[in-house]
């Protein structure tokens, strides 16, 4: 039954016919994650990785909104976990851009869905809040510029998707795109694991939000219908 309501709210929102696709990163499309192969108990520095995550993720978590905002970049960041640790910097920095450079797709399906969205002419752009890796080094290592019509990085606006203009009725992060492709709110759907302000709903900005890797399948399938 509950799968029946999701394909029946995405079903709607297929209905749409919109133009763009924005597409979330992480936990949408990828569920990879910094420093992943420090998970392996087998790596040699596999302590290193509930220590790394736990200091950045938990005990200095106000480090990560401005770093997505490109306040911070990658050097200012490891440099602190270096300091807060006692590990090397530049082995940390080694085995962030390693881990970035190995991210994969939560589905190997996902490719064939986007190259028939674009051949429909609908763009397909990745919507991300993340910080300055993802252009240098997630993006290359998983050849997403090969695949992907473009890329909003909240590093690069210095806007996440979460900052609203509720005056003038704006989601400041897709201001400039929309504005430069001439696409209006009703235009545009965001899949993303996280559902953003209701401001989105009320200017009328398409939003489904995802929930796993086989809510993201169905509701590709049914958008792809």
Not at 29 to 38: A, G, V
Request: net charge neutral; aromatic share 12%; glycine share 4%.
């Amino acid at each position: 039954m509950l799968r029946n309501m999701l394909r029946n709210k995405v079903r709607n929102n297929a209905q749409m016919r919109y133009k763009a696709i924005f597409f979330d990163f992480h936990k949408t499309l990828s569920s990879s994650l910094y420093w992943e192969q420090l998970k392996d108990t087998n790596h040699p520095r596999h302590e290193w990785f509930d220590k790394i995550t736990r200091f950045l993720f938990e005990e200095n978590k106000q480090i990560i909104n401005p770093w997505m905002r490109g306040e911070y970049d990658t050097n200012y960041v490891t440099d602190i976990i270096s300091q807060g640790l006692g590990l090397p910097k530049s082995t940390l920095k080694e085995d962030l851009e390693y881990s970035c450079r190995k991210m994969k797709f939560i589905s190997e399906e996902i490719p064939k869905f986007i190259k028939m969205f674009r051949s429909r002419g609908i763009k397909c752009v990745v919507a991300t809040d993340h910080t300055d890796v993802f252009r240098e080094h997630i993006l290359p290592g998983m050849k997403l510029d090969e695949l992907f019509d473009d890329f909003l990085i909240s590093y690069e606006i210095g806007k996440l998707k979460s900052d609203i203009d509720r005056e003038n009725k704006k989601i400041l992060f897709f201001e400039t795109f929309l504005k430069k492709n001439d696409l209006k709110y009703k235009d545009v759907l965001l899949l993303d694991d996280c559902m953003h302000d209701v401001s989105y709903k009320e200017f009328g900005f398409g939003q489904i939000r995802i929930e796993g890797r086989d809510h993201l399948l169905d509701t590709l399938k049914v958008l792809a219908n």
